[in-house]
């Protein structure tokens, strides 16, 4: 194989591998096997951040709010689950609503969605890539939820 080949399939690798620990997500391990969503949704330890941040917002303490969506980010990271990426995503945007700055929390969620629906994929969750693509609908990226609805179809 000649430099040149060699060097782009080290430069792939790279990106893949890259790609793979930004989104949660991994190119070279199989799918993980399906779990019931309403017990691992149930039980997720972010639920309690996701509360905590409703609860900030019922209370009109915005800095408590967006300090709570920010442990609720990273408890649903830590989880590797695409409920809680979704739950951390709409919490955000909550946050954002409530800050009288929707649209400044559309970017932020629009990448929790993103790492939901790889991570939906990657669990063979039908029900998780239908409901990040209504995520995005949502949000007006039709791009993102025609994309998702083509990764449904593939399902």
Avoid at 16 to 23: D, H
Avoid at 43 to 67: F, M
Avoid at 130 to 141: E, T
């Amino acid at each position: 194989m000649t430099k040149t080949g060699w060097t782009l399939i080290t430069a792939t690798g790279v990106c893949v591998g890259l790609l793979s620990g930004v989104l949660g997500t991994s190119a070279v391990a199989p799918p993980r096997p399906v779990q019931s969503t309403a017990s691992a949704v149930a039980a997720g330890p972010w639920t309690l951040q996701i509360t905590a941040v409703d609860a900030a917002l019922r209370s009109g303490d915005l800095t408590a709010a967006a300090a709570a969506s920010t442990e609720a980010y990273r408890a649903a990271l830590a989880s590797r689950r695409w409920e809680a990426m979704v739950d951390a995503a709409d919490a955000h945007l909550r946050v954002a609503q409530a800050a009288g700055a929707p649209q400044a929390g559309v970017p932020r969620a629009r990448e929790l969605y993103l790492v939901a629906l790889f991570r939906a994929r990657d669990a063979g969750s039908l029900e998780g890539v239908l409901r990040v693509a209504q995520s995005f609908d949502r949000l007006g990226d039709r791009e993102a939820a025609d994309h998702a609805m083509r990764i449904a179809q593939r399902m």
